[in-house]
Every structure is written in structure tokens, then in C-alpha cells.
């Protein structure tokens, strides 16, 4: 069983940083896949960055492009979510999601929810104006 571990999360002001981090745990295969969603109140679940581990490639949605970054962290099994310049709209609950399947899926199927098979809890990110 493949477990996800947000933390990271918090209140803040709008205009600072923030980072994410999300742990996995895979006691099953591996891991090719890990992405970050998020869901505001009263909103759908959106996929704002992915990043394919086995090239380190990332690929974002339009509304986090050039302000949020996807990366690994130093320890093994973590992946971060750098989010700069925050802003109101960026109040949500994050999801980290992990993808067991090698298969190649491409830059819009890595932020579809549908693409991945394991989920963390969540953890809330509140910016305030």
C-alpha cells in the first residue's frame, strides 16, 4: 500500500511563500508519477503540477505557471511544491497523488486526477489579503 503524507501547509499572507512537501511510501513498485491538485471551497479538484521523476520533468497548469515549482526533495521519496507570490485565489486544499503505471501520459493527462491511482489527505492552504 503506497502512502502520501502532506504537510507544509498554513496560513498566510498574500505575496509570501510557501512550500509543500509530500512523502511517499511505495512497499509496491515504483513510483513515476507525483502531482500536486488542489480544491477550493464549492470548486472541482484541478491539477496545477506533476513531475515525471524518472527525468525530472515538470509540467503546470496555467494558473500557477511561473509562480509554483515542482521539484524533488533531497531526502528519497519526497516531492516538494515551492508556491511564490500567493495569492487569495490560491486558498485551497492541496492533494498530493502519486502514479504507479509507467506508461507515458502527457502534459494534460499528468494534472487529470484520473491518472492517479494513490492520494494523501490533504493539507490547507489559507492566504488572506
Known amino acids: 500500500q503506497v502512502q502520501l503524507v502532506e504537510s507544509g501547509g498554513g496560513s498566510v499572507q498574500a505575496g509570501v511563500s510557501l512550500r509543500l512537501s509530500c512523502s511517499y511510501s511505495?512497499?509496491?513498485?515504483?513510483?513515476?508519477?507525483v502531482a500536486w491538485f488542489r480544491q477550493a471551497a464549492g470548486r472541482v479538484r484541478e491539477g496545477i503540477a506533476a513531475?515525471?521523476?524518472?527525468?525530472?520533468?515538470?509540467h503546470y497548469a496555467e494558473s500557477v505557471q511561473g509562480r509554483f515549482t515542482i521539484s524533488k526533495g533531497d531526502a528519497q521519496n519526497v516531492v516538494l511544491l515551492k508556491m511564490e507570490s500567493l495569492k487569495s485565489e490560491d486558498t485551497a486544499m492541496y492533494y498530493c497523488?502519486?502514479?504507479?503505471?509507467?506508461?507515458?501520459?502527457?502534459?494534460?493527462?499528468?494534472?487529470?486526477?484520473?491518472?492517479?491511482?494513490?492520494w494523501g489527505q490533504g493539507t490547507q492552504v489559507t492566504v488572506s489579503s
Open positions: 497523488a502519486a502514479r504507479g503505471q509507467p506508461t507515458y501520459i502527457t502534459g494534460s493527462q499528468k494534472l487529470n486526477e484520473k491518472e492517479y491511482q494513490y
Open positions: 513531475i515525471t521523476l524518472s527525468i525530472n520533468s515538470a
Open positions: 511505495a512497499n509496491i513498485g515504483r513510483i513515476w508519477y
